[in-house]
């Protein structure tokens, strides 16, 4: 990996931080090699919003390398609302643009006097009056930036006004809508008066002979995947009438088990209406991106599952141009939809609840099915109006405002995604252990809940409503993904865990097993959780909401609730961790070389 | 009547049974398209095999025991796989849905309808698992 450009904006001052090989052996790159380099910083203490709060871009060890999707890259810091371990994984093609320059990671702390974006081109730095672009959308902004630079090919990741004014679940996008959705890290640099960082670089990303040929022949297995070609075909909004058939699309806020309107809104229907073509990110040869034309002519990106389900089902919407209209509103101010969309459900729930009134609203009636309620709390929200200012805070905060935290559907602040553990039993472990609150992609377990396999690794087929006997499975599969965040690739990347080390190997010029690979994620992730046990995190932490654990009366999981406490009994025996505190073991922490963290948590 | 995969005397009890099955004329009740199965040489079958099924609106119209491609140029979905992962699939030790997820088994053909029909296809292994007495 190349060096990290360190920038504080308060003085301005850079310098270069190289990597320790021995980190890069042990962690790669991406979100676990962050980990390892923030650890220090990362203190319970310590205002996610404040200067001193970092906020780190980071490439993975192939970025760029046109290997299967590794054109991505990682934010990461301290969660603006779950005060956790923050990550979010994003496309597009701003992450190889940096490591042209000769750099894999900018480190920012510090804030700037005025609001300012960054220049970077090759080893020239500069720091720009953001005067013009500040309170611009995402894209106006990123058009600005373009013209004032001037440097055809340079690429400009930004934050919208929600970051602007502190939604505590602001997105970062770069190109054409690819989010740095989760954990609020939009609210971190927009709290540093960031609005823009824009890269340009023309070093060529040069790669080892083996590597290039391996990297072929697994592009092209990849391109004849099923699920790639359905990804393709359909975008990840495919999965929706399954998911719905299984009870493990939420509608009704979670308390919905079946949806009728399923068909209106699914992938299959997007393809059949909307859809006009599809986008990718740099070097990705699945094009899951959605191109869509709501019927104005205009070419625009199409909502993907989370959005369609957050925004459709969620909210008893089954009017697909408006719930993709929602997404795009969304993305323009810079916010994350999976929060977005659940922080409204909870207003629409506590609203039919009584507990929230139209005196709270400014006489707005949140009405289920209505989009033009949606689109004014949006409104609300991104500009801090109203009541949109207590549910800028996320759902966990706006529920404890009306005395209803309970209802409120998160888990230590990161609003739940919209895959039911009811309909997908290990979904329950992923929201409840993920180090950065209730995420599906630290672990996408949904899909091995379908069936979906990795023999080599040992991941297998458990019924999808067994429990504790599939923890110790959901622990595999979560060092699976972690290795995926490290790399930076894309869960939908459907390559084999032999291809990967294979591809690790030719690249890094490497020796791992798949027994590496997989300690490899293990390690991160006791890594992180021992960043968030430092931050005040306990085994109390490890929950899901109320609404979780209520059976549905209806649909394909009429009748089922996961026993959580007899799977995180199962998970923590087979993680190796403190069943009291949730620590990681002294021993096992030992076992995976992190002897100084090891040294923390147990001295 | 013994059913041993793969014959064409399991092809026609396949057929016999999917008209029969009320769960499966429920599910599939909407289902319209023909599927071409290409079965790779491996293990105890050492000639390429296939199978035409042309499935409609929860019933079996016709079946074909190892016809050409050519025969059918145009089914709505070609599935194939080798052979020891359909009998696999067949004696219910390879979940269906793991072996697409897995590329054991691959699918041609149009995903939009693959997609919305999920639980047809899935009880349409089951009437197979049923239909199945034997393994050659």
Same mark, same amino acid.
């Given at each position: 990996?190349?060096?990290?450009?360190?920038?504080?904006?308060?003085?301005?001052?850079?310098?270069?931080?190289?990597?320790?090989?021995?980190?890069?052996?042990?962690?790669?790159?991406?979100?676990?090699?962050?980990?390892?380099?923030?650890?220090?910083?990362?203190?319970?203490?310590?205002?996610? *919003?404040?200067?001193?709060?970092?906020?780190?871009?980071?490439?993975?060890?192939?970025?760029?390398?046109?290997?299967?999707?590794?054109?991505?890259?990682?934010?990461?810091?301290?969660?603006?609302?779950?005060?956790?371990?923050?990550?979010?994984?994003?496309?597009?093609?701003?992450?190889?643009?940096?490591?042209?320059?000769?750099?894999?990671?900018?480190?920012?702390?510090?804030?700037?006097?005025?609001?300012?974006?960054?220049?970077?081109?090759?080893?020239?730095?500069?720091?720009?009056?953001?005067?013009?672009?500040?309170?611009?959308?995402?894209?106006?902004?990123?058009?600005?930036?373009?013209?004032?630079?001037?440097?055809?090919?340079?690429?400009?990741?930004?934050?919208?006004?929600?970051?602007?004014?502190?939604?505590?679940?602001?997105?970062?996008?770069?190109?054409?809508?690819?989010?740095?959705?989760?954990?609020?890290?939009?609210?971190?640099?927009?709290?540093?008066? *960031? %609005?823009?960082?824009?890269?340009?670089?023309?070093?060529?990303?040069?790669?080892?002979?083996?590597?290039?040929?391996?990297?072929?022949?697994?592009?092209?297995?990849?391109?004849?995947?099923?699920?790639?070609?359905? *990804?393709?075909?359909?975008?990840?909004?495919?999965?929706?009438?399954?998911?719905?058939?299984?009870?493990?699309?939420?509608?009704?806020?979670?308390?919905?088990?079946?949806? %009728?309107?399923?068909?209106?809104?699914?992938?299959?229907?997007?393809?059949?209406?909307?859809?006009?073509?599809?986008?990718?990110?740099?070097?990705?040869?699945?094009?899951?991106?959605?191109?869509?034309?709501?019927?104005?002519?205009?070419?625009? %990106?199409?909502?993907?599952?989370?959005?369609?389900?957050?925004?459709?089902?969620?909210?008893?919407?089954?009017?697909?141009?408006?719930?993709?209209?929602?997404?795009?509103?969304?993305?323009?101010?810079?916010?994350?939809?999976?929060?977005?969309?659940?922080?409204?459900?909870?207003?629409?729930?506590?609203?039919?609840?009584?507990?929230?009134?139209?005196?709270?609203?400014?006489?707005?009636?949140?009405?289920?099915?209505?989009?033009?309620?949606?689109?004014?709390?949006?409104?609300?929200?991104?500009?801090?109006?109203?009541?949109?200012?207590?549910?800028?805070?996320?759902?966990?905060?706006?529920?404890?405002?009306?005395?209803?935290?309970?209802?409120?559907?998160?888990?230590?602040?990161?609003?739940?995604?919209?895959?039911?553990?009811?309909?997908?039993?290990?979904?329950?472990?992923?929201?409840?252990?993920?180090? +950065?609150?209730?995420?599906?992609?630290?672990?996408?377990?949904?899909?091995?809940?379908?069936?979906?396999?990795?023999?080599?690794?040992?991941?297998?087929?458990?019924?999808?409503?067994?429990?504790?006997?599939?923890?110790?499975?959901?622990?595999?599969?979560?060092?699976?993904?972690?290795?995926?965040?490290?790399?930076?690739?894309?869960?939908?990347?459907?390559?084999?865990?032999?291809?990967?080390?294979?591809?690790?190997?030719?690249?890094?010029?490497?020796?791992?097993?798949?027994?590496?690979?997989?300690?490899?994620?293990? +390690?991160?992730?006791?890594?992180?959780?021992?960043?968030?046990?430092?931050?005040?995190?306990?085994?109390?932490?490890?929950?899901?909401?109320?609404?979780?654990?209520?059976?549905?009366?209806?649909?394909?999981?009429?009748?089922?609730?996961?026993? *959580?406490?007899?799977?995180?009994?199962?998970?923590?025996?087979?993680?190796?961790?403190?069943?009291?505190?949730?620590?990681?073991? %002294?021993?096992?922490?030992?076992?995976?070389?992190?002897?100084?963290?090891?040294?923390?948590?147990?001295? | 009547?013994?059913?041993?995969?793969?014959?064409?005397?399991?092809?026609?009890?396949?057929?016999?049974?999917?008209?029969?099955?009320?769960?499966?004329?429920?599910?599939?009740?909407?289902?319209?398209?023909?599927?071409?199965?290409?079965?790779?040489?491996?293990?105890?079958?050492?000639?390429?095999?296939?199978?035409?099924?042309?499935?409609?609106?929860?019933?079996?119209?016709?079946?074909?025991?190892?016809?050409?491609?050519?025969?059918?140029? !145009?089914?709505?979905?070609?599935?194939?796989?080798?052979?020891?992962?359909?009998?696999?699939?067949?004696?219910? !030790?390879?979940?269906?849905?793991?072996?697409?997820?897995?590329?054991?088994?691959?699918?041609?053909?149009?995903?939009?309808?693959?997609?919305?029909?999920?639980?047809?296809?899935?009880?349409?292994?089951?009437?197979?698992?049923?239909?199945?007495?034997?393994?050659?």
């Amino acid at each position: 990996m190349q060096p990290i450009l360190k920038i504080n904006l308060t003085d301005n001052t850079t310098e270069e931080f190289s990597i320790p090989k021995e980190w890069e052996r042990d962690f790669l790159g991406g979100a676990s090699l962050a980990a390892r380099i923030l650890y220090p910083y990362l203190t319970k203490e310590l205002d996610p *919003l404040s200067p001193e709060s970092p906020l780190l871009f980071l490439n993975g060890p192939l970025g760029g390398t046109n290997g299967p999707t590794t054109g991505r890259f990682v934010i990461c810091g301290k969660g603006a609302a779950t005060n956790l371990w923050a990550e979010s994984n994003i496309g597009g093609f701003w992450g190889p643009e940096l490591r042209k320059t000769g750099y894999d990671g900018l480190w920012i702390t510090g804030k700037a006097q005025s609001p300012t974006y960054l220049w970077i081109e090759g080893d020239r730095f500069e720091v720009r009056s953001a005067a013009n672009v500040w309170g611009k959308d995402v894209y106006e902004a990123q058009e600005i930036v373009k013209a004032e630079i001037g440097v055809k090919g340079a690429r400009v990741a930004v934050i919208g006004e929600a970051g602007e004014r502190g939604v505590l679940y602001a997105s970062i996008c770069c190109d054409h809508g690819r989010m740095a959705g989760r954990t609020g890290l939009g609210a971190v640099m927009g709290s540093k008066n *960031l %609005k823009a960082i824009a890269v340009h670089g023309k070093n060529k990303i040069e790669v080892a002979e083996r590597y290039a040929q391996l990297r072929s022949e697994a592009n092209r297995t990849l391109k004849q995947d099923n699920e790639a070609k359905i *990804l393709h075909e359909l975008g990840s909004a495919s999965a929706a009438n399954y998911a719905e058939y299984l009870g493990a699309m939420p509608s009704k806020y979670y308390h919905q088990g079946s949806y %009728k309107g399923v068909d209106k809104i699914s992938g299959s229907k997007t393809a059949e209406t909307i859809l006009v073509g599809q986008s990718a990110c740099q070097g990705c040869v699945i094009a899951c991106g959605r191109v869509v034309d709501l019927g104005d002519g205009t070419k625009r %990106k199409g909502p993907e599952y989370e959005t369609i389900v957050g925004f459709g089902p969620n909210l008893l919407i089954d009017d697909l141009v408006e719930v993709a209209r929602l997404g795009e509103l969304c993305d323009k101010y810079g916010m994350d939809t999976i929060s977005t969309a659940n922080t409204i459900g909870l207003a629409f729930h506590l609203f039919e609840l009584g507990k929230i009134t139209p005196q709270d609203t400014g006489g707005l009636a949140l009405a289920w099915g209505s989009f033009l309620a949606a689109r004014q709390l949006i409104h609300m929200i991104a500009r801090r109006e109203g009541i949109g200012d207590l549910m800028a805070n996320g759902s966990r905060a706006f529920g404890k405002a009306f005395g209803a935290e309970e209802e409120a559907v998160q888990v230590n602040g990161l609003e739940v995604a919209y895959h039911d553990p009811r309909g997908v039993s290990g979904m329950a472990l992923s929201y409840a252990t993920s180090p +950065r609150g209730a995420c599906h992609n630290q672990s996408d377990y949904f899909f091995v809940d379908w069936g979906h396999t990795y023999d080599e690794i040992g991941i297998n087929f458990y019924e999808r409503h067994a429990q504790a006997e599939k923890a110790a499975n959901v622990a595999k599969h979560q060092n699976w993904r972690t290795h995926f965040n490290s790399v930076v690739i894309c869960i939908f990347a459907n390559v084999s865990p032999q291809t990967q080390v294979d591809l690790l190997n030719a690249a890094l010029d490497l020796d791992w097993t798949m027994e590496d690979l997989m300690k490899s994620g293990e +390690r991160a992730w006791n890594l992180k959780r021992a960043i968030n046990i430092r931050m005040g995190l306990t085994a109390a932490n490890d929950k899901l909401p109320k609404a979780l654990l209520e059976p549905y009366h209806e649909g394909g999981a009429k009748g089922f609730a996961p026993d *959580l406490k007899g799977m995180l009994a199962a998970y923590y025996e087979a993680r190796g961790w403190d069943l009291e505190t949730g620590k990681p073991s %002294k021993q096992k922490l030992l076992e995976l070389g992190l002897q100084d963290i090891a040294k923390d948590l147990w001295s | 009547m013994s059913a041993i995969f793969p014959s064409e005397e399991w092809l026609k009890e396949l057929e016999v049974k999917i008209n029969s099955d009320q769960h499966y004329a429920e599910v599939a009740r909407n289902w319209e398209g023909d599927i071409f199965f290409i079965i790779e040489p491996e293990g105890n079958l050492t000639e390429p095999l296939t199978f035409y099924l042309d499935l409609w609106h929860g019933k079996c119209r016709k079946v074909e025991y190892n016809p050409a491609a050519s025969a059918h140029p !145009k089914p709505v979905f070609i599935l194939s796989a080798s052979y020891n992962n359909i009998t696999a699939i067949l004696t219910g !030790k390879l979940n269906p849905m793991t072996a697409m997820m897995t590329m054991k088994l691959k699918v041609s053909g149009s995903m939009g309808y693959m997609m919305r029909n999920v639980p047809t296809v899935l009880d349409f292994v089951r009437v197979a698992q049923e239909t199945t007495t034997d393994i050659l």
